[in-house]
């Protein structure tokens, strides 16, 4: 067979997600994580009728902390509570911030070998119910920047702090990264306010009574000025602020990716052929340029160029590390074609979920601008990055 087989071609069919709640204090803490991935998976096999549910080969899950209510493969917990056959396996895989890409990744490279032509794809995580970060975790103290004696890594380093570290190799300026952080609100204000971000989001039936339409993070009333007055955050003479880092979030995504031949046989249209993915890793400390060496790997793999991307969707974590990220590239930070509407710093970054959320908007920003192709990048947790490459079908 060849690479062109369209048994072995991966396509995405569609993703859809939740709005993405305000942890600890959103519309989101009352759900189990377990339950709200269950919900958009139901939702998202329910659009697709088409598609017999018992002849999925796989759910993977990404989550990017698998402990308490996610954990226990969580996966396969979401694949039961959405009503999938018993039949039906499922898995949790985890790679911190970019989880629910690799998971899109994992079904995109089993299709490619053969192994399956029918997955589900779910991201998950509410940090309001099972926390974040290095509590949760025991830090080998060799990896462990605030431990004594040497160390040989700074796996372990407040992500904060890898911003910082980033912001000074690169000469990234305060200004600058306020000035990104209130283009992403205002973008993503402006897509929520004109219908864009409706078409990716399902409406969540809250427990108190209600529902949650809307991504909860995004700031009408952002400024440069109110940005300009934050403090830094996690070093006195810093340039990292609450206002140009992304907040803490809970949220939920689903996906479903076929091969090209099984979404001809059932009559379903995909929405875009996965055309490359790559990983990179650098010097966990700092780890918001790990996507660079991803970025040109993926696009190499691709045959396509910057000059060819319509659409460029990076993962705001802070906006220290996009914009050297963007000029390392060759693409401007502040240009049209990245982050359109909105990134993390305004929308939110539940980690777990992220990756989907992200392709979701790619593809329907590329749906918008009637474009050709688009790139989807992360940088995650630990010193590493990730990036993926599409095909806009649809």
């Known amino acids: 067979m060849t690479p062109q087989d369209p048994r072995r071609t991966p396509v995405i069919v569609d993703v859809l997600r939740t709005p993405v709640g305000r942890a600890d204090k959103g ?3 009352d759900f189990r994580p377990d339950d709200l991935a269950a919900f958009v998976l139901r939702a998202l096999l329910d659009r697709y009728s088409e598609v ?12 990017a902390f698998p402990w308490g209510e996610q954990g226990y493969n969580v996966g396969r917990s979401i694949a039961i509570l959405a009503g999938l056959p018993h039949t039906v396996p499922a898995q949790t895989i985890t790679r911190l911030c970019g989880s629910s890409l690799q ?7 089993a299709i490619t070998v053969g192994e399956g032509e029918t997955f589900a794809v779910v991201g998950v995580e509410s940090v309001t119910r099972v926390g974040r970060g290095h509590h949760l975790a025991t830090p080998n103290p060799l990896l462990d920047p605030a431990a004594p004696g040497e160390t040989i890594g700074a796996v372990f380093m407040p992500m904060g702090e890898t911003a910082e570290n980033v912001a000074d190799r690169w000469g990234v300026s305060r200004q600058a990264m306020d000035q990104f952080a209130q283009r992403s609100q205002e973008r993503a204000v402006a897509a929520r306010e004109s219908g864009f971000v409706s078409r990716e989001l399902v409406t969540v039936p809250l427990p108190q009574g209600g529902k949650l339409e809307y991504d909860e993070s995004p700031r009408a009333g952002s400024s440069l000025e109110k940005l300009a007055s934050l403090d830094p955050v996690f070093r006195a003479h810093g340039r990292v602020t609450a206002g140009n880092s992304c907040p803490l979030n809970d949220g939920a995504a689903a996906a479903l990716v076929l ?15 996965v055309l490359a993915s790559a990983v990179s890793a650098v010097d966990p400390a700092l780890m918001g340029v790990g996507p660079i060496a991803a970025i040109r790997a993926a696009l190499d793999q691709a ?5 060819d991307i319509d659409v460029f ?4 974590a802070f906006a220290a590390q996009v914009i050297p990220v963007c000029e390392e590239v060759g693409i401007d930070p502040f240009g049209d074609r990245v982050n359109p509407y ?6 939110g970054h539940p980690f777990g979920m992220t990756g989907l959320r992200i392709m979701s908007t790619l593809l329907n920003g590329l749906d918008a601008r009637e474009g050709r192709f688009g790139i989807e990048s ?14 806009r079908l649809a």
């Not at 091969?259 to 052929?273: C, D, I």
């Not at 969707?313 to 705001?316: A, D, T």
């Not at 992360?378 to 590493?384: E, I, K, L, P, S």
């Open 27 to 29: 519309s989101l803490v």
């Open 52 to 63: 017999p549910e018992d002849s999925i080969d796989d759910v993977i899950c990404g989550c």
């Open 103 to 109: 998971a899109l990744r994992s079904a995109a490279h």
């Open 259 to 273: 091969s090209e031949a099984k979404a001809e046989e059932w009559g379903v249209s995909p929405r875009a052929r």
């Open 303 to 307: 045959g396509v160029t910057i000059g």
């Open 313 to 316: 969707e990076l993962n705001e």
């Open 342 to 347: 909105g990134g993390g710093i305004a929308i």
């Open 378 to 391: 992360m940088c995650v947790g630990g010193g590493q990055g990730q990036a993926m490459v599409v095909e």
